[in-house]
Nanobody, 120 residues
């Protein structure tokens, strides 16, 4: 069974930090591009960041550049999202994903999400 299990969410004040983790199983982790999406109440789901299979290349949506860092540990089948300088608008459920790059990122696997709440 394919699983992506997120952890590390919580409540933090604006300007604070959180580190999300995503533990993967049931698929060949080191052959997939791993990403993070988020969805805030009443808003559409949006991509946050993604990371390449092995060379550490990553990409971020503009609103989190310089504040968020995505990393992966293929030996542990785990991906991380370090979130610094958090803002209230970062409040959302954060989802870990596995996918492939075919001119764009196509998600094949979704986690169930972890809640991040940033107070003002």
């Amino acid at each position: 069974e394919v699983q992506l299990v997120e952890s590390g969410g919580g409540l933090v004040q604006a300007g604070g930090s959180l580190r999300l983790s995503c533990a993967a199983s049931g698929f060949t982790f080191d052959r997939y591009i791993i990403g993070w999406f988020r969805q805030a109440p009443g808003k559409e789901r949006e991509g946050v960041a993604c990371i390449s299979i092995s060379d550490g290349r990553s990409d971020y949506r503009d609103s989190v550049k310089g504040r968020f860092t995505i990393t992966r540990n293929n030996a542990k089948n785990t991906v991380y999202l370090q979130m610094d300088s958090l803002k209230p608008e970062d409040t959302a459920v954060y989802f870990c994903t596995g996918g492939r790059w075919l001119a764009q990122y196509f998600v094949e696997y979704w986690g169930q999400g972890t809640q991040v709440t940033v107070s003002s």
